[in-house]
């Protein structure tokens, strides 16, 4: 077997190991998956009585920002994770093993992928079930779907860099918190960002979530032509800045992530 083909193998058996380790602790699933449902239903049935869109139903401009919502917060597992598996001394067990050095990071970021692929799955039935419509061709929505899970790979490599920096579940956990929130709340998740105001307006229409939330809205087809037309070009061009934004961050992190990992094994 070629270097590659030994990466690839390795990378598989710590997909594996992972997602055995999810399988024992449904408890890290099921804050993925339980905590979105509760927004949905929180701000289908509590806040969106209050709030009227243009043209569109409140529950389909909801969803998609629920699904980015979801991607933030389940990528934090990949950092807990890692921290928790740092603190174990799991990593000094690894290194002891003839396994590419690559295979860690990729096997954890592609069982986090998996996961996520179930959070997305169970996020559209509760969509469906509440009034959530896919109003695009399938090939859009499909496009979709897929960009969703494009994002989710590459932010688990940000939580990855984070995590393997700080090295303390603790810390991780209280940085994960501080930042996601604001990320997700400053954006157009919830709301539409022309109704903010001047400064906060504009901080969410070049929030990289707002760009994401955007590209899956127009892809699902969960827009309409009465709102006003975001002036910011990321939301102009969604789905390019989506995949722009996908790129920069696998570009910049995945070598990031690959040296503090070797750095953490060579204590």
Same mark, same amino acid.
């Given at each position: 077997?070629?270097?590659?083909? /030994?990466? /690839?193998?390795?990378?598989?058996?710590?997909? =594996?190991?992972?997602?055995? =380790?999810? =399988?024992?602790?449904?408890? @890290?699933?099921?804050?993925?998956?339980?905590?979105?449902?509760?927004?949905?239903?929180?701000?289908? +049935?509590?806040?969106?009585?209050?709030?009227?869109?243009?043209?569109? $139903?409140?529950?389909? +401009?909801?969803? &998609?920002?629920?699904?980015?919502?979801? /991607?933030?917060?389940?990528?934090?597992?990949?950092?807990?994770?890692?921290?928790?598996?740092?603190?174990?001394?799991?990593?000094?067990?690894?290194?002891? @093993?003839?396994?590419?050095? $690559?295979?860690?990071?990729?096997?954890?970021?592609? %069982?986090?992928?998996?996961?996520?692929?179930? %959070?997305?799955?169970?996020?559209? @039935?509760?969509?469906?079930?509440?009034? #959530?419509? /896919?109003?695009?061709? &399938?090939?859009?929505?499909?496009?979709?779907? !897929?960009?969703?899970?494009?994002?989710? +790979? *590459?932010?688990? #490599?940000?939580?990855?860099?984070? *995590?393997?920096?700080?090295?303390?579940?603790?810390?991780?956990?209280?940085?994960?918190?501080?930042? $996601?929130?604001?990320?997700?709340?400053?954006?157009?998740?919830?709301?539409?960002?022309?109704?903010?105001?001047?400064?906060?307006?504009?901080?969410?229409?070049?929030? &990289?979530?707002?760009?994401?939330?955007?590209?899956?809205?127009?892809?699902?087809?969960?827009? $309409?032509?009465?709102? &006003?037309?975001?002036?910011? #070009?990321?939301?102009?061009?969604?789905?390019?800045? %989506? !995949?722009? #934004?996908?790129? @920069?961050?696998?570009?910049?992190?995945?070598?990031?992530?690959?040296?503090?990992? =070797?750095?953490?094994? %060579?204590?």
């Amino acid at each position: 077997m070629n270097t590659l083909q /030994i990466a /690839i193998a390795d990378g598989m058996t710590i997909t =594996k190991r992972n997602a055995l =380790k999810i =399988k024992r602790a449904p408890d @890290l699933l099921g804050g993925v998956v339980i905590l979105p449902i509760v927004f949905v239903l929180l701000f289908v +049935y509590v806040f969106g009585s209050m709030i009227e869109l243009p043209g569109l $139903s409140y529950r389909e +401009y909801l969803l &998609p920002g629920i699904f980015v919502q979801t /991607i933030v917060t389940s990528a934090q597992i990949t950092g807990y994770t890692l921290t928790q598996d740092l603190q174990k001394g799991i990593f000094d067990r690894f290194r002891t @093993l003839p396994m590419s050095p $690559s295979a860690v990071l990729t096997g954890q970021t592609v %069982s986090d992928l998996l996961m996520n692929v179930t %959070s997305i799955a169970t996020m559209a @039935l509760v969509g469906l079930l509440v009034g #959530w419509r /896919i109003n695009s061709a &399938p090939h859009e929505a499909v496009l979709g779907f !897929l960009l969703l899970l494009l994002f989710a +790979y *590459a932010f688990s #490599w940000v939580t990855a860099t984070v *995590a393997l920096a700080l090295r303390t579940p603790e810390s991780f956990n209280n940085i994960a918190t501080v930042v $996601s929130m604001p990320l997700v709340f400053t954006s157009n998740a919830f709301v539409d960002s022309a109704r903010l105001p001047g400064p906060l307006k504009a901080v969410a229409e070049w929030n &990289p979530v707002s760009t994401f939330v955007q590209a899956v809205r127009e892809l699902f087809g969960n827009t $309409s032509a009465s709102m &006003p037309v975001p002036a910011a #070009w990321p939301l102009q061009h969604a789905v390019l800045a %989506s !995949l722009l #934004w996908s790129l @920069l961050l696998l570009v910049v992190f995945v070598p990031l992530a690959t040296r503090l990992y =070797k750095r953490a094994v %060579s204590r």
